[in-house]
């Protein structure tokens, strides 16, 4: 295993060459269904936490020529973004921000998005509520995170029982909340919305390709990378641990009928001041 590298600013995950290719593979189809109802030409769309843009340069080329800025706190990932749009050749402004303090006037976008974001901040209650100031009267607020603790595999490996763990316990001693898609109804409730409409959908791998996607990636990400050195800081997990997470990692991708599932917790919100509901 490489060296473990001491914990990066920021971003739990930091942005190791295996996080920008795994976030990557992002889309607006596998990674926010509930949003695609919402989506027209000169819809103006605001991503939050953007990271490497997948999703944003996605986003884009659905509502052209609508307007789509991505923001990020980190401007070297923005950079990556800003490379993403222009091989989709879609047009994005990208803007280094915080989710709790937006430099946007007050209803400027019809659409909030925010993926895999809530979970990393302190403060998801004040985000939510930022996002509902930048939404115009009648628009949309859609919020995807995932439930950590619904991680299932087959083989039930026990290196992997002790990774879930590890990472659930390493997000808590950095702010964030690892199981925020069950939380996301409560939240969005009390950052004022009354029109919410929960849902829910499942990533799943159980090809031979996408086992060797993603957990080649996550072999990578917990051996060697930002996460790494947060988990051994936080005294999630020591050395020895940590080699074994990988390896079960390792043996969870070799495995002819390996299998894993996560659900992820989704909510649309509507944004008080005009008729309608949410729901598609």
Sequence with gaps: ??????????????????????????????????????????????????????????????????????????????????????????????????????????????????????????DPVGALREARRVTRPGGVVAVRDVDWATVHAFPDLPGLHAWREAYRRTARATGGDPDAGSRLPAWARAAGFTDVVPSASVWLFATREDRDWWGGTWAERTGASGLTGRMLATGAADEDGVAAMVGAWREWTAHPDGWMAMTHGEVLCRVAGAPGSVAP
């Design 1 to 122: 295993m490489p060296p473990n590298p001491a914990p990066e600013a920021g971003y739990l995950h930091g942005y190791a060459p295996a996080v920008r290719a795994s976030h990557g593979r992002r889309t607006v189809a596998n990674s926010a269904p509930h949003l695609l109802p919402h989506l027209a030409p000169g819809t103006t769309v605001l991503d939050l936490g953007c990271g490497v843009g997948s999703i944003t340069a996605d986003l884009a080329a659905r509502v052209a020529p609508g307007r789509v800025v991505g923001v990020d706190v980190s401007a070297e990932v923005l950079a990556t973004a800003r490379a993403a749009a222009d091989e989709r050749g879609v047009e994005v402004e990208l803007v280094v921000a915080d989710a709790l303090a937006l430099p946007f006037a007050d209803g400027e976008f019809d659409v909030v998005h925010a993926h895999q974001v809530l979970q990393h901040l302190p």
